[in-house]
C-alpha cells in the first residue's frame, strides 16, 4: 500500500500532469504532419506510394491513425486521472478555506518584506475602524481580533486567484471529456461524390468511415446531400486558390436546402459537419457492343496521382455488357490539360483546358461476384496476373474520339465531370469542447490578473488614548512589484486616519500643532 501511495502521489502532481500535457502535445505532431485515415485515406494511400519502405514502418507504429493508436489513448487517460487527482483535492481545500476566517497577524508584524508603522491621534480601537472601513472599501474580507500582542485586524482578498486556478484545471478535464465524448458516440465517413450524384448518411455508402464504439448505424442523422457543381479556382502559379461544392441536403424524400459549402467553409447542422477535403476528375464514357447494346455516359472518380498537375488514374468496371469471361473494365490515366509526348500522356497544368484520357482495355471476368472485396478505383492485379483478364486494347483520346476494340465494341471519351471528396463528421462534444475552452480562458485571465493579498494592523498592547503607531504588513502572491502597491496602500490609510482624527475634534477646540 505504501509503494501504491508514494505513485498515485507522483502521477496525481501538477508537475506529472504538467509533463503528460506536454507529452500529449507532443504525440499530437505526428497527427498534423501525416495524413491521417480518419481524414483522408487517398492522402494515406499517396503516401504509401511515395515512401514504400518508411510507411509500412510508420504504420506499425500507428502514426496514420494517430489520435486512436493505444500509445496517444495512454497518454491521454494518465492526463485525465492525473488532473482529477490533484485538482478534487484542491478544490476541497479551496472551498474550506472560502469559508475560513483570515488567519491572525504574524507575531513579528514588522518583520515581513512589505511592513511599516503608522502613527495616528486616534486610540487604538478607531484607528482599527478607519483601517477595517478602508480595507472593506477595498474589497477585503475583514476580521478583527484580540491578539495576545494586541489588538489586531487580518483582512484577504483575491480568493478569485485561485478559483481561475481551479476553474483552468477543471475546464481542462472537462475539455478531456468532451473530446472523449466526441470519440465514444461520434462518427465520420469520407466519400467521393461527383456532381450531379448524391449520398445519404449510411455507412453502407461511404467509401471509408469510422465510428466510436457506441454508435449504432440506428442513430445516424437522416440526411441526404446531392452535389450539383463544384468549381476549383488557382492561382496565376496554378497553386489550388479555393474550392466551393453547391450542394442542397435535406432529409430522405425532401426537395432539401441549397446551399454552397467551402473547404474552411462547412455545412454546419446540429452536432454534424460536411467538409470538403479535396476533389478531382471522373472521366465519362459511352460503350456500345457490336449488337447495338449501349452505356452512355458513364463515370468514375479517377484519384489524383499528383496534386500539382492532377494527373489522376481510376478504372471503370463495365459488367452488365458481359457474362462470364466477357466482362469489359477500362483502366486509364486522365490529364486534365494532356500532353503526348513519345506516345506518352502526361498532364501539364492541374485546369481543364485539354483533357485527354489514356486508356488500356481489358475483357475477362471482374472477379465482382466472387466474394472478395476489391477497390472501385483500380483493377484487381490478380486478376490480370491470373489470365482472367486479358488486354484487348489502349489508345490516348481526347473528348469526343473513339477506340474500337476486337470484338467491335467501341469506346469514347466523351468528357468528364469533376469529383468533391466529402466528410460528414458527427461529434456531440464540439460544443462541450467549446465552453471548456472558453472557460479555460476565463480561469487562465483570472490566474494571470488578480492577485491573492493579505493585510494585517495591530495596536500594540497597552497603548493608551493619546494616540497610536499602527502596526501594518501586507503579503501578496502575485506577479508585479509589491513594494509601491504597499506605500500607495499606507499612504491612503494615513491619510483616512488623519481626516477621522480631524473630522472627531471637539468643535473649537483645535489641536496644537
Known amino acids: 500500500m505504501g509503494l501504491l501511495l508514494r505513485w498515485w502521489r507522483r502521477l496525481t502532481a501538477m508537475r506529472t500532469a504538467i509533463v503528460l500535457l506536454f507529452l500529449l502535445a507532443l504525440a499530437a505532431v505526428p497527427g498534423s504532419l501525416l495524413p491521417q485515415r480518419s481524414l483522408s485515406q487517398n492522402n494515406v494511400n499517396g503516401y504509401f506510394a511515395d515512401h514504400p519502405t518508411l510507411a509500412p514502418f510508420l504504420d506499425r507504429l500507428y502514426l496514420f491513425d494517430v489520435f486512436s493508436s493505444p500509445w496517444f489513448a495512454a497518454i491521454y487517460l494518465l492526463l485525465f486521472i492525473s488532473l482529477i487527482g490533484c485538482v478534487l483535492p484542491r478544490g476541497l ?20 518584506r512589505d511592513s511599516g508603522e503608522v502613527a495616528t491621534p486616534l486610540p487604538g480601537g478607531q484607528s482599527l475602524d478607519v483601517v477595517e472601513e478602508e480595507l472593506r472599501v477595498r474589497k477585503f474580507r475583514v476580521v478583527r481580533r484580540n491578539g495576545v500582542h494586541g489588538p489586531e485586524l487580518s483582512a484577504e482578498k483575491g480568493y478569485l486567484k485561485e478559483t481561475g486556478n481551479l476553474l483552468f484545471h477543471l475546464s481542462l478535464v472537462a475539455l478531456l471529456l468532451g473530446l472523449a465524448g466526441g470519440k465514444l ?23 471509408t468511415h469510422s465510428a466510436g464504439p457506441l454508435v449504432d448505424s440506428g442513430d445516424l442523422t437522416p440526411l441526404c446531400v446531392d452535389l450539383e457543381d463544384f468549381r476549383a479556382e488557382y492561382e496565376e502559379d496554378l497553386t489550388a486558390a479555393s474550392f466551393t461544392a453547391d450542394i442542397r441536403y435535406g432529409g430522405p424524400g425532401e426537395d432539401g436546402r441549397a446551399t454552397t459549402i467551402g473547404v474552411n467553409e462547412p455545412l454546419r447542422l446540429d452536432g454534424d459537419r460536411i467538409y470538403v477535403t479535396g476533389h478531382g476528375f471522373s472521366p465519362t464514357f459511352s460503350v456500345t457492343r457490336p449488337d447495338g447494346t449501349a452505356l452512355t455516359d458513364v463515370s468514375v472518380p479517377f484519384l489524383p496521382s499528383d496534386q500539382s498537375t492532377m494527373a489522376s488514374q481510376g478504372a471503370l468496371k463495365v459488367p452488365d455488357l458481359g457474362d462470364g469471361d466477357d466482362q469489359l473494365a477500362l483502366e486509364g490515366f486522365f490529364a486534365p490539360t494532356g500532353l503526348v509526348q513519345g506516345g506518352i500522356l502526361t498532364s501539364v497544368n492541374p485546369q481543364p483546358l485539354a483533357p485527354q484520357v489514356a486508356l488500356v482495355a481489358y475483357q475477362g471476368y471482374l472477379g465482382l461476384d466472387s466474394g472478395i472485396p476489391q477497390s472501385v478505383y483500380s483493377l484487381d492485379a490478380g486478376q490480370i496476373d491470373r489470365g482472367r483478364l486479358t488486354e484487348v486494347g489502349a489508345a490516348n483520346l481526347s473528348a469526343g474520339e473513339s477506340m474500337t476494340l476486337p470484338d467491335g465494341t467501341t469506346v469514347t471519351f466523351t468528357g468528364f465531370r469533376e469529383f468533391a471528396a466529402l466528410q460528414y463528421s458527427h461529434d456531440p462534444g464540439q460544443t462541450w469542447v467549446l465552453a471548456a475552452a472558453v472557460a479555460m480562458l476565463a480561469g487562465l485571465l483570472g490566474m494571470l490578473l488578480l492577485r491573492r493579498e493579505r493585510v494585517f494592523a495591530r495596536v500594540p498592547a497597552g497603548a493608551g488614548d493619546g494616540g497610536t503607531v499602527l502596526a501594518l504588513a501586507s503579503l501578496t502572491r502575485g ?5 509601491p502597491r504597499f506605500a500607495a496602500m499606507a499612504d491612503d490609510l494615513r491619510a483616512a486616519l488623519a481626516e477621522r482624527a480631524r473630522t472627531s475634534e471637539p468643535e473649537g477646540h483645535p489641536r496644537d500643532s
Request: charged fraction near 20%; proline fraction near 8%.
Open 185 to 207: 458516440w461520434g462518427y465520420e465517413g469520407s466519400i467521393l461524390v461527383t456532381e450531379g450524384q448524391g449520398f445519404c448518411n449510411s455507412f453502407q455508402q461511404y467509401d
Open 93 to 112: 481545500e479551496h472551498a474550506r478555506n472560502l469559508r475560513a476566517a483570515p488567519p491572525p497577524a504574524p507575531r513579528h508584524l514588522l518583520r515581513l
Open 479 to 483: 506577479s508585479g512589484e509589491n513594494a
